[in-house]
């Protein structure tokens, strides 16, 4: 059964950079059939994409985010990350990793998502 | 950017009855790629129907996704006590952003 695990800090200081791991088990990351993918969700609020990752480092993001946001892959250890630099309070969300369906004949892109970490709250205070 | 908007924000139903929630896109969704997620207080969420009408691993036959172009539905044909929670729609079939709809609260009445 796969499983993905959020770890990293609960709290990070306005304009610092938050980063969160997320260790993928029961599964390769490495599978072409996949994209890996951070999802935020602030208290009370709907769900925004933050961006995804293949195993060949081919990313998307949300343009919204694009300019503070890296997600990055390390293969050997089954493990895709997030940097968000220069947060605010309006970063304060439960961050969660999840795995898309990949679709694609020519350029493969992020899919439906099957499977979603428990989820982190990262609060974004002084 | 793609908008969806999810109709209606609340839906106050008793168990038994049929469950319709909407959603509507600002531009044609490619495909039909479009899925729908359920979500519980402190969980994740969770996939329930993908490509607009595929039924997730698992997912009970009560629950069903039609729709395509602008227009798409859930619906769960006989409310259970477990389906009440808040449903999202998901659109990946533009380039990005995958927007996701605001949700619709479905309530015990």
């Known amino acids: 059964q796969l499983q993905l695990q959020e770890s990293g800090p609960g709290l990070v200081k306005p304009s610092e950079t938050l980063s969160l791991t997320c260790t993928v088990s029961g599964g390769s990351i490495s599978s072409s059939s996949y994209y890996w993918g951070w999802i935020r969700q602030p208290p009370g609020k709907g769900l925004e994409w933050i961006g995804s990752?293949?195993?060949?480092?081919?990313?998307y993001y949300n343009p919204s985010l694009k300019s503070r946001v890296t997600i990055s892959v390390d293969t050997s250890k089954n493990q895709f990350s997030l940097k968000l630099s220069s947060v605010t309070a309006a970063d304060t969300a439960v961050y969660y990793c999840a795995r898309h369906a990949a679709y694609g004949p020519i350029v493969v892109v992020p899919a439906a998502i099957d499977y979603w970490g428990q989820g982190t709250l990262v609060t974004v205070s002084s | 950017e793609i908008v969806l908007t999810q109709s209606p924000a609340t839906l106050s139903l008793s168990p038994g009855e049929r469950a319709t929630l909407s959603c509507g896109a600002s531009?044609?969704?490619?495909?039909?790629?479009l899925a729908w997620y359920q979500q519980k207080p402190g969980l994740a969420p969770r996939l329930l129907i993908y490509d607009a009408s595929s039924r997730a691993t698992g997912i009970p036959d009560r629950f069903s996704g039609s729709g395509s172009g602008t227009d798409f539905t859930l619906t769960i044909s006989r409310l259970e006590p477990e389906d009440f929670a808040v449903y999202y729609c998901q659109q990946y079939g533009s380039s990005p952003p995958y927007t996701f709809g605001q949700g619709t609260k479905l309530e015990i009445k």
């Open positions: 531009q044609s969704v490619s495909s039909s790629y």
């Open positions: 990752i293949y195993y060949s480092g081919s990313t």
